[in-house]
């Protein structure tokens, strides 16, 4: 004969009974559907390749570029993830891609469209205004490329979310080297990009390195795998310097995982923060040499093969446990950051670097190619800064951010070369099991540490940022807080 429960235990079973009911409600969203599509987007004409102080032409690919997109819904949320084979996403760039979308099918969530990029240096100009592109039938315009990247690129969305079907997810975590700290810390308390390691008052490399290759997986109802997105910290810049079109490692990756995986399988490459960081070591560079030189494959192909690795192994494990209904949330964000401060003798500095540039233009027109950048971009950029902010020493810079939940996972997006720790402190602080960081979703700069800015050079000084550590900062605790209120 079975007793009756005391009140207590009765209240407790009561509660469990309703947690249980509860439970699919806070836990799981709707059916999950997706969508994936991958466009060819290489320039059909010569252009000029933005990334490096001077100007360089491409007249043939090296390799194609491509778009690759995952499109995503559950219930009445719809995200669009786009990973693109190009250098950064000014905003008028971005407006136009989703331009285009609006006017070839109105009912895709043009706010809530995600726009990467890969971060190589072998890409098209998208800057308006970039001096000494030649003007020839030959060569593209920075206005035709626009208009060119954002027809394709609007075409793979489309397409992507005309083939959404019933689905379902997994996702892991493994860990390999990939990105290396690339600024070397030296006795007098300076840093350099790339500095030499091999001297006597070299003392330690500057930054960390974030090893975590996360990676999600789609498959379609029969488990048939659909699209993969990998995240590394690490930019593509393999083969930065070059002067024709390229992909750089990510091109490798993807042929690799579609040789494992089939041809159809979309891939979709995620920087994570990793401004100060390169695929290209600044220590143990011999001994690195001699491996890829016995294995008989090249740095592009080195890259390749550990995320491969680390892809194909997290997989093994991951789809062990695989979500059909994992709750989508998605919250867009425009953050007023503060400018980064601009002191008189850093000013004063950059005037006379500016006259010195425009006065050799003047005297010499012909050099344009090689030295407009420096003055109008380089140092202008500093002048400008600095007489906002004495008009205005609260003048923000708009940044647009984007926060997606997908079950216990989270993507933060932000438009920065983000040095690495920032996206290790939001790592550290977020609510999700995982969390993916997504640098260059948009047109930032380099966005430095305050002991970077100590240390000077290349990516720590006022020419290469717009915010500097108090809005990075300010970008890792609004984004930790908007995670945070998707775990609510």
Not at 47 to 75: K, M
Not at 145 to 157: R, V
Not at 169 to 176: S, V, W
């Amino acid at each position: 004969m079975k007793m009756p429960l005391p009140s207590g235990a009765f209240r407790a079973v009561c509660g469990g009974v309703l947690v249980c009911l509860l439970a699919p409600a806070v836990l799981f969203g709707a059916e999950l559907q997706v969508g994936t599509a991958s466009v060819d987007i290489t320039p059909n004409k010569a252009v000029a390749l933005w990334g490096q102080f001077g100007l360089r032409l491409s007249t043939h690919p090296d390799t194609p570029l491509t778009a690759n997109i995952v499109a995503l819904r559950s219930g009445e949320v719809s995200t669009t993830f786009v990973s693109l084979d190009l250098l950064q996403l000014p905003e008028i760039f971005v407006k136009a891609i989703r331009d285009a979308v609006a006017k070839k099918d109105k009912s895709i969530n043009l706010q809530n469209i995600v726009l990467t990029a890969t971060h190589t240096h072998t890409a098209p100009v998208l800057q308006l205004g970039a001096p000494g592109i030649p003007v020839n039938p030959q060569t593209m315009t920075v206005v035709e490329t626009l208009a060119y990247l954002a027809d394709k690129i609007s075409d793979g969305i489309v397409a992507a979310w005309k083939n959404l079907a019933p689905a379902r997810m997994a996702y892991g975590l493994d860990r390999n080297s990939i990105g290396f700290s690339r600024r070397a810390v030296y006795a007098n308390g300076t840093a350099k990009m790339y500095g030499n390691t091999n001297q006597p008052d070299f003392i330690h490399l500057e930054g960390m390195d974030d090893d975590d290759i996360g990676s999600i997986f789609f498959f379609d109802r029969q488990d048939k795998l659909r699209a993969i997105i990998v995240n590394v910290a690490c930019p593509s810049q393999v083969v930065e310097s070059q002067s024709a079109v390229n992909a750089d490692y990510w091109l490798p990756v993807r042929d690799k995982l579609k040789a494992r995986y089939g041809e159809k399988v979309v891939v979709l490459g995620w920087g994570s923060a990793a401004g100060d960081m390169s695929p290209r070591p600044i220590v143990h560079k011999a001994a690195n040499a001699r491996m890829r030189a016995l294995r008989g494959i090249d740095e592009l192909q080195e890259v390749a093969r550990r995320i491969d690795i680390s892809v194909s192994q997290t997989l093994d494990a991951a789809q062990k446990e695989k979500f059909a209904e994992p709750l989508l949330k998605h919250s867009a964000v425009t953050l007023q950051l503060p400018l980064s401060r601009i002191s008189e003798a850093q000013y004063r500095e950059a005037r006379e670097a500016y006259d010195k540039v425009m006065a050799q233009l003047k005297k010499d027109p012909a050099c344009a190619p090689k030295v407009a950048f420096m003055a109008r971009d380089w140092h202008y950029g500093v002048i400008k800064r600095y007489e906002e902010l004495q008009k205005n020493p609260g003048a923000t810079y708009p940044v647009e951010i984007h926060v997606v939940r997908l079950g216990d996972l989270v993507v933060c997006s932000n438009p920065f070369e983000l040095y690495c720790e920032y996206g290790i402190r939001i790592k550290a602080r977020s609510k999700a099991k995982q969390t993916f960081i997504v640098q260059m979703s948009g047109f930032g700069s380099y966005l430095p540490t305050e002991r970077a800015q100590a240390h000077g050079h290349y990516s720590a000084i006022p020419q290469s940022n717009i915010i500097g550590p108090e809005g990075g900062q300010m970008l890792v605790d609004r984004t930790v807080d908007i995670i945070n209120d998707l775990w609510k």
